[in-house]
């Protein structure tokens, strides 16, 4: 199975901040590579797909890049919104699917 | 618009079994894949399998395997998953969600709203 990591566990910010979120693969996964939002309490959100494809709908301050192993997720002048649990998922090499642990955006 | 509607929250006893329903509308039912996907408190997420409504066949994840089973209704569009021999650890949040497709990418668009299972004696 392909394992995902993501780092920070969690991490804090501020409005109008730029974060980035790293998730690693344990094989190559070209750009298998999808992005979910969470906000407490509701089902996770689809935001970017192909690795860097934005989601209809999702607003462009969040982009998505990386190829092979590695990959990231931007969000720039975050808003009030943003603040969520955010995990990465390959496609690559499915079943099983996986999902990174998720990384939590907190307010500084 | 698309919508995956799932059943109500479960409170069960260990050794029980629990069936969630979700129910899509707004597409045509058999032309995407379900799956299920758990989320135990403050955990992150699960993968739990997938089934085909055009045919019913199912894949499940190896951890699942003797205890999960996913079907499905065409006439109304709905999706079951049966969990068995429940135990504390299914405690959990359950979803359904549709797998989407661009070209050859794939990934959940849409999600039910999740149902709550409590597993306690």
């Known amino acids: 199975d392909i394992q995902m990591t993501q780092s920070p566990s969690s991490l804090s910010a501020s409005v109008g901040d730029r974060v980035t979120i790293i998730c690693r693969a344990s094989q190559s996964i070209s750009t298998y590579l999808n992005w979910y939002q969470q906000e407490p309490g509701k089902a996770p959100k689809l935001l970017i797909y192909a690795a860097s494809s934005l989601q209809r709908g999702v607003p462009s301050r969040f982009t998505g890049s990386g190829s092979g192993t590695d990959f990231t997720l931007t969000i720039s002048n975050l808003q009030p919104e943003d603040f969520a649990t955010y995990y990465c998922?390959?496609?690559?090499?499915?079943?099983?699917?996986?999902f990174g642990q998720g990384t939590k955006v907190e307010i500084k | 618009q698309v919508q995956l509607v799932q059943s109500g929250a479960e409170v069960k006893k260990p050794g029980a079994l629990v069936k969630v329903s979700c129910k899509a509308s707004?597409?045509?039912?058999?032309?995407?894949?379900i799956h299920w996907v758990r989320q135990a408190p403050g955990q992150g997420l699960e993968w739990m399998g997938v089934i085909n409504p055009t045919g019913g066949s199912t894949t499940y994840a190896q951890k699942f395997q003797d205890r999960v089973t996913m079907t499905r209704d065409t006439s109304t569009s709905t999706v079951y998953m049966e969990l068995s021999s429940l135990r504390s650890e299914d405690t959990a949040v359950y979803y359904c969600?549709?797998?989407?497709?661009?070209?050859?990418?794939?990934?959940?668009?849409?999600w039910g709203q999740g149902t709550k299972v409590t597993v306690s004696s």
């Open positions: 707004g597409y045509r039912f058999t032309d995407y894949y």
């Open positions: 998922q390959q496609t690559y090499s499915t079943p099983p699917e996986t």
């Open positions: 969600t549709r797998r989407g497709r661009s070209s050859s990418w794939y990934y959940f668009d849409y």
